[in-house]
């Protein structure tokens, strides 16, 4: 019985996200996709600017390695200059190891699905401290073979609990001031003009002057004022022909080791909970606790970056691959948290997300395509 269940289960998820490809691979449509006129959609984007160039289906290419501003060393420097200027914490606040930044090796997808099973850290792909020169739709560090998920870059907090079995490295010790409970900055805190200026210090004398902001009228009556990063994602329904709101992604606003998340509604709108006042970093993320979207087995979740601006950022979903992979998200999404008129949604299989691989044969060498495994929880399309 459990067995029927499991494969009637399989059957009805099949069925029901060729449903929504088999409504994508129209084509009729494109160029009306392609001449959207939103002048607030950023067509190319990149984490470090706007200008990044985007090839569609290839590996992200990392640039030179910034300064980590946010090394015990380097926060320690920015604090005695301060001092030196005259300028220091009313309160007896220093600097001291808060977090470690650390570089985890998970050797298969299940080592990789244990890190990701912790929702309060936030993962990148690549070194954290990189510059991108070109995106694409993926990063997998030359290094490794291509049946080894990348490596995964997060910021951990000293007592945190490192999952048994998963090789890992600890590459700096941190201070990130902006999660010092002392100083509950950018809420509203007395001193958030001192952890202003302690950050334009510290970015200062690593060459990170892009983060650099105007402090003039700073004062301790009067901060800076902070912005609350959000926007609006869109995908093309060609049955509808027309635009839909991209529901349920995860968008990432990222500063350095500090990350709001928020989650797309019906409509595609996003807002955080809580604000930044420097340029952020954005990205989609096409996973949810119950499932990710891949674009192959070994890898990692399917994600877009997004620009590193000050404000709002609007995308729409606009080349075939990213369109294919967001109309898997969409039927997958549909499954696992929508309403389904009273069929079984799949289980957690051995306590792990439902992995559905997205690989759009038609125009990419990207595994093999028409290849699907019955081993639950992982589908092939």
């Not at 350095?256 to 954005?282: E, H, I, L, Q, V």
Request: charged share 25%; glycine share 6%; hydrophobic share 35%.
């Amino acid at each position: 019985m459990i067995m029927k269940r499991t494969s009637i289960s399989i059957r009805i998820v099949f069925n029901l996200l060729s449903s929504i490809l088999f409504l994508f691979s129209c084509t009729k449509t494109e160029n009306i996709i392609n001449n959207s006129n939103d002048s607030n959609i950023h067509k190319v984007a990149g984490r470090t600017g706007n200008d990044i160039s985007y090839v569609e289906g290839s590996n992200t290419i990392l640039g030179e390695r910034k300064k980590n501003p946010y090394t015990v060393e380097n926060m320690t420097t920015a604090w005695h200059n301060l001092a030196n200027q005259g300028i220091s914490t009313h309160s007896n606040a220093s600097v001291y190891v808060s977090h470690f930044y650390v570089k985890f090796s998970p050797r298969n997808s299940e080592e990789y699905e244990i890190l990701h099973d912790d929702t309060t850290l936030a993962f990148s792909d690549y070194p954290i401290e990189s510059e991108i020169v070109q995106n694409g739709d993926y990063y997998h560090d030359p290094s490794l073979d291509d049946s080894i998920p990348t490596y995964q870059y997060t910021a951990v907090p000293i007592d945190y609990k490192f999952p048994e079995g998963i090789e890992y490295e600890i590459l700096d010790n941190l201070y990130i001031p902006e999660s010092d409970p002392i100083f509950q900055y950018e809420n509203g805190g007395d001193e958030d003009c001192f952890v202003d200026k302690l950050l334009n210090e510290v970015y200062s004398i690593t060459g990170n002057d892009e983060d650099i902001i105007d402090l003039s009228d700073c004062n301790d009556n009067s901060p800076q004022r902070c912005y609350i990063p959000g926007g609006k994602l869109r995908i093309f329904d060609t049955r509808l022909s027309e635009w839909i709101g991209m529901e349920g992604v995860r968008v990432q606003a990222r500063r350095w080791f500090t990350f709001r998340n928020a989650f797309s509604d019906f409509n595609g709108d996003y807002r955080m909970k809580k604000c930044f006042k420097r340029p952020c970093n954005y990205s989609i993320w096409f996973a949810r606790d119950r499932f990710a979207v891949r674009h192959n087995v070994v890898n990692t979740t399917f994600w877009i970056n997004g620009p590193k601006i000050r404000g709002d950022w609007n995308y729409d979903l606009n080349n075939s691959y990213q369109r294919f992979a967001g109309h898997v998200f969409r039927g997958a999404f549909r499954y696992q948290y929508k309403e389904i008129g009273g069929l079984v949604r799949p289980n957690r299989w051995l306590g792990r997300r439902s992995i559905y691989v997205a690989v759009d044969g038609f125009s990419h060498n990207i595994g093999t395509a028409g290849v699907n495994w019955t081993t639950f929880p992982v589908i092939k399309i």
